[in-house]
């Protein structure tokens, strides 16, 4: 008799399992440009009723990606062997990740790919899947480039790199991409956006003797970003100013340095007279958001 009450349980365990584990899938926008990161939003919450440990077992990876090809076709991950650690989820709770698939799936073709999310519980030796999600990569309208060499005396020297600027128009507005590459290898080492631009205002970019980029570009009215980037992409810093009596501009220095002219630095207020915001600590640093 007792081997029926035990049976029951499992049919019962069984029976519910599909509400134990929910996966949801989010990305921020429908379309990005080629090589941009394309950021997938992964919220996890643990419906058992108890804790659950969520880790890899017999080879199966305990989370992953379908990623389909819009021809339907089945894109293999670019690195097989990527798993992520284990995770500890409390009952009831949600955890979000959000993890950038261009380095992880070949994703940089233009056209549609199609994404669902999968946990795979150990302990049921089933998986749980969200719905799927679409998005697009198109290419953005390229309006700078230039190539120059990688100075003697830093990584890559005697290579060559190629700084484009694009921008791309979407429903709401327009926004400016950086893209850096070494045409000769096949290699694209960023892309990424410098923010929302006005398109009556053409882009300022200016090569500095490091060969490194500069950019001024009019993000709003009366509103300039400037972003200063390195030969491997690398966006090295960002400011904005505030267009006054005189409109900012990019200008040589002397020693060869990029500066900007004019306008005034945009500096935001002491943390005592701003009202409180959310640590940043647990943030890694990156280009500026463009929503």
Same mark, same amino acid.
């Given at each position: 008799?007792?081997?029926?009450?035990?049976?029951?349980?499992?049919? #019962?365990?069984?029976?519910?399992?599909?509400?134990?584990?929910?996966? +949801?899938?989010?990305?921020?926008? #429908?379309?990005?440009?080629?090589? +941009?990161?394309?950021?997938?939003?992964?919220?996890?919450?643990?419906?058992?009723?108890?804790?659950?440990?969520?880790?890899?077992?017999?080879?199966?990876?305990?989370?992953?990606?379908?990623?389909?090809?819009? +021809?339907?076709?089945?894109?293999?991950?670019?690195? =097989?062997?990527?798993?992520?650690?284990?995770?500890?989820?409390?009952?009831?709770?949600?955890?979000?990740? &959000?993890?950038?698939?261009?380095?992880?799936?070949?994703?940089?073709?233009?056209?549609?790919?199609?994404?669902?999310?999968?946990?795979?519980?150990?302990?049921?030796? &089933?998986?749980?899947?969200?719905?799927?999600?679409?998005?697009? !990569?198109?290419?953005?309208?390229?309006?700078?480039?230039?190539?120059?060499?990688?100075?003697?005396?830093?990584?890559?020297?005697?290579?060559?790199?190629?700084?484009?600027?694009?921008?791309?128009?979407?429903?709401?507005?327009?926004?400016?991409?950086?893209?850096?590459?070494?045409?000769?290898?096949?290699? !694209?080492?960023?892309?990424? =956006?410098?923010?929302?631009?006005?398109?009556?205002?053409?882009?300022?970019?200016?090569?500095?003797?490091?060969?490194?980029?500069?950019?001024?570009?009019?993000?709003?009215?009366?509103?300039?970003?400037? =972003?200063?980037?390195?030969?491997?992409?690398?966006?090295?810093?960002?400011?904005?100013?505030? +267009?006054? &009596?005189?409109?900012?501009? #990019?200008?040589?220095?002397?020693?060869?340095?990029?500066?900007?002219?004019?306008?005034? #630095?945009?500096?935001?207020?002491?943390?005592?007279?701003? =009202?409180?915001?959310?640590?940043?600590?647990?943030?890694?640093?990156?280009?500026?958001?463009?929503?």
């Amino acid at each position: 008799m007792k081997w029926l009450v035990h049976l029951f349980a499992l049919l #019962l365990l069984g029976a519910t399992a599909h509400a134990q584990i929910q996966v +949801e899938l989010k990305f921020k926008r #429908l379309q990005y440009i080629a090589h +941009e990161p394309v950021i997938a939003s992964i919220q996890i919450t643990n419906l058992a009723g108890r804790d659950v440990d969520l880790r890899d077992d017999s080879g199966q990876h305990w989370f992953g990606f379908e990623v389909t090809a819009g +021809e339907g076709r089945l894109l293999a991950p670019l690195k =097989s062997d990527a798993a992520e650690p284990p995770l500890h989820v409390e009952a009831g709770q949600t955890i979000t990740r &959000k993890i950038n698939l261009t380095p992880v799936f070949p994703v940089h073709d233009f056209g549609v790919y199609r994404v669902r999310a999968n946990v795979y519980f150990a302990d049921l030796n &089933k998986y749980f899947y969200s719905q799927t999600k679409v998005f697009q !990569v198109t290419d953005a309208r390229a309006i700078w480039q230039k190539t120059v060499g990688v100075p003697d005396g830093m990584p890559g020297a005697g290579e060559v790199r190629t700084y484009s600027l694009l921008s791309n128009r979407f429903p709401d507005h327009t926004s400016l991409y950086v893209r850096v590459e070494n045409k000769d290898g096949g290699v !694209v080492y960023t892309t990424y =956006s410098l923010g929302h631009i006005i398109a009556l205002d053409e882009p300022q970019a200016e090569i500095d003797s490091a060969n490194q980029l500069h950019v001024l570009h009019c993000a709003a009215p009366r509103s300039w970003a400037y =972003s200063h980037i390195g030969l491997n992409g690398e966006l090295l810093a960002h400011s904005t100013f505030m +267009e006054t &009596k005189t409109r900012p501009r #990019l200008r040589h220095a002397a020693d060869g340095a990029i500066a900007v002219s004019g306008g005034k #630095l945009d500096v935001p207020a002491p943390p005592s007279t701003r =009202s409180p915001a959310p640590k940043l600590s647990s943030r890694p640093a990156g280009p500026p958001a463009d929503d």
